[in-house]
């Protein structure tokens, strides 16, 4: 077998086995699979032999076929379902509704008031004993009989309005928890595994896998069940998850045959058991369940806590204002109710000298309900607890339209961090190219062919190398199969450069098929799998006088530099020396490699028959002195829509970045195509091994300073290793350069970029080409493997916070009326102008309702126009303060106007200073009906955050907004015309009613006089706009005291910045004069002559042959991206918040000189400290 990666395993154990009833006709029972899968190396092995004789007698009993696995027959499929179960653990039973409900209930503010809805009920049924009511002061004047009776209306509606919100509330968590699931199963689906049924290679959904099923393993895989393996080569597990042992443990047939399947739970990534062909990842395998399931019972409590713990940055932010603003609120509602009632005291006790009667007591208690309910209004109002519904309905909705985008996201949260992202690290193949790789050039026999040789002109000795090598030493795993389609490409299953290598074999009319039939996968002697660490793969043949010979492939540099002969132009091998190699290397591989292909060198060995066994756990010995066979280069042309996409990010401000393993010249030829770097700019290319010794300092420990130097400029980094990915990775995060700290996105599909997915602030797995360990760890993937996706996944974050702005927007205009309204209206007319019902349905409107049509707007391609907001910018920017308090100013005028005036302008009764069971008055009705129009026009301004003039662009496109309201219209008319006495309305004629719309019609008026203030006149708001920053910035950031001055300087006063900037120039020309001082001893050499002894004395690491002109050395950098790192503590508040700000200043310094020397000023030399404070 090529790849080691393929081994089969017969499976016997299943996740949640059903209790065995029948063991069928099998030779084998559940009880027995299942005390055996307990077993552990040598005891299993002992008891296999001692039960089964070998893997192949269990394979007889459980009647599979080890070569052909099973017939894949329905009926033969059912019976193993009956008596063995089936390959899945069921899932935790869902909330029911009523559940829901009950927890909606436990709302404080909802039990609040509820208790005075039901004080308020009693008392109203409560009927004084006879006598002289008037005894009891002027409270209840004009109180007619049928008046009295209907006190219990109140009441009723208040407890009916909290059953809709909790109705409301119940129902939307129940939708989002089946939106949760319904992604849950189709994350589940999606992975596959390999099985054979028939003799032929299949992938199967991993439920679907049966007891007797025979399995292919590769590299990477997670296992999906427990297994015996049945034959396979360097096969590694990581097994930490069962045992805890952070080694790989090696599974062989003759030591270790058991294979068990991880603990596997779903959003703890920690918890995974891999199977690790070599040293890469591998499998994941459920567990068995034991008989009684009673090990289930724990697991799901386990599991039940899980999602807790994902709190977003929006998240966080949001509930910290929400607390804020509702401590605010209850500030309020105490401070009304004690108004109400020293007022009510006094005005009766005091103003009108009247005793305190027995019989009064309860009237007397009905005002102070009365009072507390309208406290309590004005608390449930001011509380915005719309805010984490709006939060969860707009990530449920963007993540189910994400899915028609290619992009199915595990986690919610990693959503909306994507429109933070400020940096993208993309690897190179398959995601910025189509990953559908042919051989386009090659060396052969001394001569370099620019498109594939006739195969007459190939000596048949070579040929036969070439074939050999190629059919052996790929994977069995990749082949070439007959296009789907008529007249389309050939499929290319397996690993795509192993294809395009298969695909030069069929160019040249050859047939790797008759090969691998000739030499089967079980006669291969041994395999070196390919991994990032050797960046080769070699297979062993053992012939039949007794030699060996080993084939290699691999990157074209690594292999070569083993190479000790090549076969010349006849097809006889001869030597081959490190001069010769360098030849190759210009003449052949950087010209390959500059116009963008892969280069990839073919070689073999022979170790003849008479000699001793070489040592094979010996990589280094054996593979070495390898005969070159060829050197190809493959191409993979850059996708179409990839070039366009990179221009989308580099506008919206995010740098894409190319992480890759080829070559530095392929990389930079496809950079260049797809513009992540552009001519004449001036960025850094850098091999894995170079970025290595600039971020390290002399103990060979890694400097964030050193990373900071680098990254700022970095766009291509090649020949990269997994660790480097990370390394990059982590340094930008932790990277303190700029104001704004950095968010990145990386995307990845092997094994071994699991670390930097994890690491990254979002990880992209592809969904095609990528490992189960890579999906794993990601928390999106790519459904397409392609970049445009992540593009379209930026979109939707910044419409997920643009959403949550908008309704921040709506609500909080809302709350401040309202609040304002009932406060100010109970202190002067001693009760609230908007009922406790009204304030609810104003409540319902506002929270639920908006919340829907607010969270729900579809992006447009405009949001990828801004730069992203960063990690720590407040959630109300200056702009929406600006709108939410100029409409509220609009709304105040109106509903006050309306409250004092209003009986004069309509010429209607007076509504203030009604008795205690009033009818509802005409004039309350208008203030009321006013008011929520208002609101539903200011709904229509709340859809633009960003000052822009039309508001009602692309309305049509959002079919909800404009369905809830239009509903909240109509709603509205039946209550004011038909609520009556629940609601406290009265009828309204047309004339009043165009009054009431007109009014609200002011809003969009208003709004565009607003949008005209320009919001840097207002520089008042500022701190408003920034009110929740201290407590946004997560603590670890705080722990960073440049992290903390960046915060501080914008609020620190002038004369402390000036304190500041003086120190800070102090000490850049201490620097300065010390740096001159240290140099003068060197002589101040012109830049082009300066020799680079510099170099060797301050970074003894270097060596000559490092120094390349064309590989801008340490110091290069140094001299421009010191500048901004040497004034971090302090960055000066510079008008242009931009980035790169300090840098810019050097760039031009440097850029003149660059060409005449390759080590540019190094740090200790005077010209580095000048550009540095200037």
Same mark, same amino acid.
């Given at each position: 077998?090529?790849?080691?990666?393929?081994?089969?395993?017969?499976?016997?154990?299943?996740?949640?086995?059903?209790?065995?009833?029948?063991?069928?006709?099998?030779?084998?029972?559940?009880?027995?699979?299942?005390?055996?899968?307990?077993?552990?190396?040598?005891?299993?092995?002992? !008891?296999?032999?001692?039960?089964?004789?070998? %893997?192949?007698?269990?394979?007889?009993?459980?009647?599979?076929?080890?070569?052909?696995?099973?017939?894949?027959?329905?009926?033969?499929?059912?019976?193993?379902?009956?008596?063995?179960?089936?390959?899945?653990?069921?899932?935790?039973?869902?909330?029911?509704?009523? #559940?829901?409900?009950?927890?909606?209930?436990?709302?404080?503010?909802?039990?609040?008031?509820?208790?005075?809805?039901?004080?308020?009920?009693?008392?109203?049924?409560? #009927?004084?004993?006879?006598?002289?009511?008037?005894?009891?002061?002027?409270?209840?004047?004009?109180?007619?009989?049928?008046?009295?009776?209907?006190?219990?209306?109140?009441?009723?509606?208040?407890?009916?309005?909290?059953?809709?919100?909790?109705?409301?509330?119940?129902?939307?968590?129940?939708?989002?928890?089946?939106?949760?699931?319904?992604?849950?199963?189709?994350?589940?689906?999606?992975?596959?595994?390999?099985?054979?049924?028939?003799?032929?290679?299949?992938?199967?959904?991993?439920?679907?896998?049966?007891?007797?099923?025979?399995?292919?393993?590769?590299?990477?895989?997670?296992?999906?069940?427990?297994?015996?393996?049945?034959?396979?080569?360097?096969? !590694?597990?990581?097994?930490?998850?069962?045992?805890?042992?952070?080694?790989?443990?090696?599974?062989?047939?003759?030591?270790?045959?058991?294979?068990?399947?991880?603990?596997?739970?779903?959003?703890?990534?920690?918890?995974?058991?891999?199977?690790?062909?070599?040293?890469?990842?591998?499998?994941?395998?459920?567990?068995?369940?034991?008989?009684?399931?009673?090990?289930?019972?724990?697991?799901?409590?386990?599991?039940?806590?899980?999602?807790?713990?994902?709190?977003?940055?929006?998240?966080?932010?949001?509930?910290?204002?929400?607390?804020?603003?509702?401590?605010?609120?209850?500030?309020?509602?105490?401070?009304?109710?004690?108004?109400?009632?020293?007022?009510?005291?006094?005005?009766?006790?005091?103003?009108?000298?009247?005793?305190?009667?027995?019989?009064?007591?309860?009237?007397?208690?009905?005002?102070? %309900?009365?009072?507390?309910?309208?406290?309590?209004?004005?608390?449930?109002?001011?509380? *915005?607890?719309?805010?984490?519904?709006?939060?969860?309905?707009?990530?449920?909705?963007?993540?189910? !339209?994400?899915?028609?985008?290619?992009?199915?996201?595990?986690?919610?949260?990693?959503?909306?961090?994507?429109?933070?992202?400020?940096?993208?690290?993309?690897?190179?193949?398959?995601?910025?190219?189509?990953?559908?790789?042919?051989?386009?050039?090659?060396?052969?026999?001394?001569?370099?062919?620019?498109?594939?040789?006739? *195969?007459?002109?190939?000596?048949?000795?070579?040929?036969?190398?070439?074939?050999?090598?190629?059919?052996?030493?790929?994977?069995?795993?990749?082949?070439?199969?007959?296009?789907?389609?008529?007249?389309?490409?050939?499929?290319?299953?397996?690993?795509?450069?192993?294809?395009?290598?298969?695909?030069?074999?069929?160019?040249?009319?050859?047939?790797?098929?008759?090969?691998?039939?000739?030499?089967?996968?079980?006669?291969?002697?041994?395999?070196?799998?390919?991994?990032?660490?050797?960046?080769?793969?070699?297979?062993?043949?053992?012939?039949?006088?007794?030699?060996?010979?080993?084939?290699?492939?691999?990157?074209?540099?690594?292999?070569?530099? !083993?190479?000790?002969?090549?076969?010349?132009?006849?097809?006889?091998?001869?030597?081959?020396?490190?001069?010769?190699?360098?030849?190759?290397?210009?003449?052949?591989?950087?010209?390959?490699?500059?116009?963008?292909?892969?280069?990839?060198?073919?070689?073999?060995?022979?170790?003849?028959?008479?000699?001793?066994?070489?040592?094979?756990?010996?990589?280094?010995?054996?593979?070495?002195?390898?005969?070159?066979?060829?050197?190809?280069?493959?191409?993979?042309?850059?996708?179409?829509?990839?070039?366009?996409?990179?221009?989308?990010?580099?506008?919206?401000?995010?740098?894409?970045?190319?992480?890759?393993?080829?070559?530095?010249?392929?990389?930079?030829?496809?950079?260049?195509?797809?513009?992540?770097?552009?001519?004449?700019?001036?960025?850094?290319?850098?091999?894995?091994?170079?970025?290595?010794?600039?971020?390290?300092?002399?103990?060979?420990?890694?400097?964030?300073?050193?990373?900071?130097?680098?990254?700022?400029?970095?766009?291509?980094?090649?020949?990269?290793?997994?660790?480097?990915?990370?390394?990059?990775?982590?340094?930008?995060?932790?990277?303190?350069?700029?104001?704004?700290?950095?968010?990145?996105?990386?995307?990845?599909?092997?094994?071994?970029?699991?670390?930097?997915?994890?690491?990254?602030?979002?990880?992209?797995?592809?969904?095609?080409?990528?490992?189960?360990?890579?999906?794993?760890?990601?928390?999106?993937?790519?459904?397409?493997?392609?970049?445009?996706?992540?593009?379209?996944?930026?979109?939707?974050?910044?419409?997920?916070?643009?959403?949550?702005?908008?309704?921040?927007?709506?609500?909080?205009?809302?709350?401040?009326?309202?609040?304002?309204?009932?406060?100010?209206?109970?202190?002067?007319?001693?009760?609230? *102008?908007?009922?406790?019902?009204?304030?609810?349905?104003?409540?319902?409107?506002?929270?639920?309702?908006?919340?829907?049509?607010?969270?729900?707007? *579809?992006?447009?391609?405009?949001?990828?126009?801004?730069?992203?907001?960063?990690?720590?910018?407040?959630?109300?920017?200056?702009?929406?303060?600006?709108?939410?308090?100029?409409?509220?100013?609009?709304?105040?005028?109106?509903?006050?106007?309306?409250?004092?005036?209003?009986?004069?302008?309509?010429?209607?009764?007076?509504?203030?200073?009604?008795?205690?069971?009033?009818?509802?008055?005409?004039?309350?009705?208008?203030?009321?009906?006013?008011?929520?129009?208002?609101?539903?026009?200011?709904?229509?301004?709340?859809?633009?955050?960003?000052?822009?003039?039309?508001?009602?662009?692309?309305?049509?496109?959002?079919?909800?907004?404009?369905?809830?309201?239009?509903?909240?219209?109509?709603?509205?008319?039946?209550?004011?015309?038909?609520?009556?006495?629940?609601?406290?309305?009265?009828?309204?004629?047309?004339?009043?009613?165009?009054?009431?719309?007109?009014?609200?019609?002011?809003?969009?008026?208003?709004?565009?006089?607003?949008?005209?203030?320009?919001?840097?006149?207002?520089?008042?708001?500022?701190?408003?706009?920034?009110?929740?920053?201290?407590?946004?910035?997560?603590?670890?950031?705080?722990?960073?005291?440049?992290?903390?001055?960046?915060?501080?300087?914008?609020?620190?006063?002038?004369?402390?910045?000036?304190?500041?900037?003086?120190?800070?120039?102090?000490?850049?020309?201490?620097?300065?004069?010390?740096?001159?001082?240290?140099?003068?001893?060197?002589?101040?050499?012109?830049?082009?002559?300066?020799?680079?002894?510099?170099?060797?004395?301050?970074?003894?690491?270097?060596?000559?042959?490092?120094?390349?002109?064309?590989?801008?050395?340490?110091?290069?950098?140094?001299?421009?991206?010191?500048?901004?790192?040497?004034?971090?503590?302090?960055?000066?508040?510079?008008?242009?918040?931009?980035?790169?700000?300090?840098?810019?200043?050097?760039?031009?310094?440097?850029?003149?000189?660059?060409?005449?020397?390759?080590?540019?000023?190094?740090?200790?030399?005077?010209?580095?400290?000048?550009?540095?404070?200037?």
């Amino acid at each position: 077998m090529g790849d080691m990666a393929n081994n089969s395993i017969a499976y016997s154990g299943v996740k949640n086995a059903v209790k065995e009833t029948n063991h069928g006709d099998f030779g084998v029972t559940l009880a027995e699979l299942r005390s055996l899968m307990e077993l552990r190396a040598a005891d299993a092995l002992h !008891k296999i032999q001692e039960c089964y004789g070998d %893997v192949h007698g269990i394979c007889a009993k459980l009647k599979t076929s080890p070569n052909e696995g099973l017939s894949g027959n329905p009926a033969d499929i059912e019976r193993r379902e009956a008596v063995f179960g089936k390959n899945f653990i069921p899932p935790k039973k869902p909330k029911t509704f009523l #559940q829901l409900v009950w927890e909606a209930l436990q709302d404080v503010t909802l039990i609040i008031l509820e208790i005075a809805a039901v004080v308020s009920l009693g008392l109203s049924f409560y #009927q004084p004993p006879g006598g002289n009511e008037s005894l009891c002061g002027s409270v209840n004047v004009g109180e007619e009989e049928e008046e009295s009776e209907a006190g219990w209306i109140e009441g009723a509606a208040i407890l009916l309005s909290v059953v809709c919100v909790v109705l409301v509330t119940a129902f939307n968590d129940w939708s989002k928890e089946k939106q949760f699931r319904g992604l849950q199963s189709r994350i589940e689906q999606e992975q596959k595994f390999t099985v054979i049924r028939g003799g032929q290679v299949i992938q199967i959904p991993v439920a679907d896998i049966i007891v007797g099923d025979i399995a292919q393993v590769k590299y990477g895989d997670l296992l999906p069940a427990d297994g015996v393996l049945i034959q396979g080569n360097d096969l !590694k597990i990581d097994e930490s998850s069962l045992t805890g042992e952070s080694d790989h443990v090696k599974k062989s047939l003759d030591r270790d045959p058991m294979l068990l399947s991880g603990k596997k739970q779903d959003g703890a990534v920690e918890n995974r058991n891999k199977a690790k062909a070599q040293d890469g990842a591998a499998m994941e395998m459920q567990p068995l369940k034991s008989e009684d399931g009673g090990d289930g019972d724990e697991k799901d409590k386990k599991r039940s806590n899980l999602p807790k713990k994902e709190k977003s940055v929006l998240q966080g932010k949001l509930t910290k204002l929400a607390v804020q603003i509702g401590k605010a609120g209850l500030l309020m509602s105490a401070i009304t109710v004690i108004i109400l009632v020293l007022y009510f005291v006094i005005d009766t006790f005091w103003v009108q000298k009247r005793p305190w009667l027995a019989e009064c007591t309860p009237i007397y208690i009905q005002y102070f %309900v009365k009072f507390f309910i309208i406290g309590v209004t004005v608390l449930v109002v001011a509380v *915005p607890e719309g805010l984490p519904l709006a939060v969860t309905i707009s990530l449920a909705y963007s993540v189910k !339209k994400m899915m028609r985008d290619n992009n199915l996201v595990r986690h919610l949260d990693a959503c909306e961090t994507m429109g933070n992202a400020t940096a993208i690290c993309s690897d190179k193949t398959g995601t910025l190219t189509m990953n559908r790789m042919t051989v386009v050039q090659a060396y052969i026999n001394e001569k370099h062919y620019k498109k594939i040789p006739e *195969p007459e002109a190939i000596p048949e000795k070579t040929m036969a190398y070439l074939v050999t090598g190629i059919s052996v030493n790929c994977a069995y795993t990749s082949k070439i199969l007959p296009p789907e389609k008529e007249g389309g490409l050939p499929r290319h299953v397996g690993n795509k450069t192993e294809c395009a290598l298969l695909g030069l074999l069929l160019d040249l009319k050859r047939d790797y098929q008759d090969v691998r039939n000739e030499i089967p996968e079980e006669d291969l002697y041994k395999v070196y799998t390919f991994n990032s660490v050797r960046k080769s793969m070699s297979t062993v043949l053992k012939n039949s006088d007794g030699s060996f010979r080993i084939f290699s492939k691999g990157a074209s540099e690594i292999v070569l530099k !083993k190479c000790f002969k090549i076969l010349s132009a006849n097809g006889e091998p001869k030597v081959f020396r490190p001069r010769d190699r360098d030849d190759i290397v210009k003449t052949v591989i950087e010209p390959m490699a500059s116009e963008g292909l892969r280069t990839i060198c073919l070689a073999f060995r022979d170790f003849p028959a008479g000699e001793p066994e070489p040592e094979w756990d010996n990589e280094n010995d054996i593979v070495t002195g390898l005969t070159c066979i060829a050197v190809v280069g493959i191409e993979d042309p850059v996708r179409p829509e990839v070039p366009d996409a990179i221009k989308k990010c580099q506008r919206a401000g995010i740098t894409v970045r190319m992480v890759t393993g080829d070559n530095i010249n392929t990389a930079r030829a496809i950079a260049l195509k797809c513009g992540i770097l552009n001519p004449g700019e001036d960025f850094l290319c850098l091999e894995g091994k170079d970025f290595n010794r600039r971020i390290r300092n002399e103990k060979g420990e890694i400097e964030q300073e050193r990373i900071d130097k680098i990254w700022p400029k970095l766009r291509v980094l090649a020949r990269s290793s997994p660790t480097d990915k990370h390394t990059l990775v982590k340094g930008i995060i932790d990277s303190t350069v700029f104001e704004q700290r950095q968010v990145v996105a990386v995307t990845g599909d092997g094994t071994n970029d699991g670390p930097a997915l994890k690491k990254a602030d979002v990880g992209f797995a592809m969904g095609i080409a990528g490992t189960d360990v890579a999906k794993e760890a990601s928390d999106i993937i790519l459904t397409d493997d392609n970049f445009t996706s992540i593009v379209k996944a930026v979109m939707w974050g910044r419409n997920v916070y643009d959403s949550i702005s908008k309704f921040l927007q709506f609500q909080l205009t809302v709350n401040v009326v309202a609040v304002i309204v009932a406060f100010t209206g109970a202190c002067i007319t001693q009760d609230s *102008p908007l009922k406790a019902v009204q304030m609810l349905w104003v409540n319902l409107i506002m929270d639920t309702l908006a919340s829907l049509a607010l969270a729900t707007e *579809p992006p447009t391609e405009s949001l990828l126009l801004r730069k992203p907001y960063g990690r720590n910018k407040p959630l109300i920017s200056r702009t929406m303060m600006k709108n939410i308090l100029g409409h509220a100013f609009y709304q105040l005028v109106v509903v006050f106007t309306l409250l004092f005036a209003g009986e004069k302008i309509f010429d209607i009764d007076s509504g203030r200073n009604a008795p205690l069971h009033a009818p509802p008055s005409e004039h309350y009705t208008i203030v009321f009906n006013t008011f929520v129009m208002m609101q539903l026009f200011n709904e229509i301004n709340a859809r633009k955050i960003h000052g822009e003039r039309n508001v009602f662009e692309g309305i049509f496109n959002n079919a909800i907004f404009c369905s809830i309201v239009l509903g909240t219209f109509i709603v509205q008319i039946i209550i004011v015309q038909f609520g009556g006495k629940p609601f406290s309305c009265s009828e309204l004629s047309v004339e009043q009613w165009l009054w009431s719309i007109f009014l609200g019609m002011g809003t969009l008026l208003w709004g565009q006089l607003i949008s005209t203030i320009p919001t840097s006149r207002l520089k008042f708001l500022k701190e408003a706009g920034h009110g929740t920053q201290k407590e946004e910035i997560p603590e670890e950031e705080l722990a960073e005291d440049v992290e903390e001055i960046d915060h501080a300087e914008r609020e620190l006063r002038r004369g402390q910045i000036l304190w500041f900037r003086g120190l800070n120039r102090i000490q850049t020309q201490i620097r300065v004069v010390n740096a001159f001082r240290s140099s003068l001893y060197e002589g101040l050499e012109k830049p082009e002559t300066r020799s680079s002894i510099h170099n060797f004395m301050t970074h003894p690491e270097f060596r000559i042959e490092d120094s390349e002109p064309h590989i801008p050395l340490i110091d290069d950098t140094d001299a421009e991206d010191d500048a901004p790192t040497k004034r971090n503590p302090t960055p000066p508040p510079s008008p242009n918040r931009n980035n790169n700000n300090a840098a810019d200043g050097a760039i031009h310094l440097t850029a003149g000189r660059r060409n005449k020397s390759a080590t540019s000023s190094s740090p200790g030399s005077p010209l580095h400290s000048l550009e540095t404070s200037l």
